[in-house]
T-cell receptor, first 114, second 109 residues
Framework: NAGVTQTPKFQVLKTGQSMTLQCAQD?????MSWYRQDPGMGLRLIHY???????DQGEVPNGYNVSRSTTEDFPLRLLSAAPSQTSVYFC?????????????FGNGTRLTVT | SQQGEEDPQALSIQEGENATMNCSYK?????LQWYRQNSGRGLVHLIL?????REKHSGRLRVTLDTSKKSSSLLITASRAADTASYFC?????????FGKGITLSVRP
């Protein structure tokens, strides 16, 4: 039982490049979400999903796309990387759709955009 | 805008002392959760308190919830150096779960 797995752990991109951050969970959780964490800003919600085929925007969705084709996977796509997207990205999942059970976090992806 | 706001922003105490952290929120909630983050790691769930509960304990942790004041507190008793971390409260409306900016706790040996 691996929990929430994020890959890669580190990534450096040049401005304008695109990439996908991977997130997978093996707990059959309905709820999955992506956060970015910047110094002094806490964690901000980018996108979330309450089940396969369902996604919605969070607080800071611009520049990011998501899809949820399976229960297990919730990739985050950066369409055209910008230096403002330099951050640490966390994926989290939870049983159920509401704030009724704990979030399980991955160990994060540290992204630098030059 | 963020739903949960913690205070103080930073707290430094001596090992063995108690640490109290507060979280305030703006709208009605079903539950409130507290998380810990060690440097460079993901967040770890500490405790969940439901809106119909006023107090909850887990080991050295005690959480209270006052829905009339829209606030919660996390008390860590007999702190240890290993408690040094950032602490976050999590609140949510529907499925949009929002963290506060966190409290940095330093426990001096």
């Amino acid at each position: 039982n691996a929990g929430v797995t994020q890959t890669p752990k580190f990534q450096v991109l040049k401005t304008g490049q695109s990439m996908t951050l991977q997130c997978a969970q093996d707990m059959n959780h309905e709820y999955m979400s992506w956060y970015r964490q910047d110094p002094g800003m806490g964690l901000r919600l980018i996108h979330y999903s309450v089940g396969a085929g369902i996604t919605d925007q969070g607080e800071v969705p611009n520049g990011y796309n998501v899809s949820r084709s399976t229960t297990e996977d919730f990739p985050l796509r950066l369409l055209s990387a910008a230096p403002s997207q330099t951050s640490v990205y966390f994926c989290a999942s939870s049983y159920g759709r509401l704030l009724n059970s704990p979030l399980h976090f991955g160990n994060g992806t540290r992204l630098t955009v030059t | 805008s963020q739903q949960g706001e913690e205070d103080p922003q930073a707290l430094s105490i001596q090992e063995g002392e108690n640490a109290t952290m507060n979280c305030s929120y703006k709208t009605s909630i079903n539950n409130l959760q507290w998380y810990r983050q060690n440097s460079g790691r993901g967040l770890v769930h500490l405790i969940l308190i439901r809106s119909n509960e006023r107090e909850k304990h887990s080991g050295r942790l005690r959480v209270t919830l006052d829905t009339s004041k829209k606030s919660s507190s996390l008390l860590i008793t007999a702190s240890r150096a290993a408690d040094t971390a950032s602490y976050f409260c999590l609140t949510g409306a529907n499925s949009k779960l929002t963290f506060g900016k966190g409290i940095t706790l330093s426990v001096r040996p």
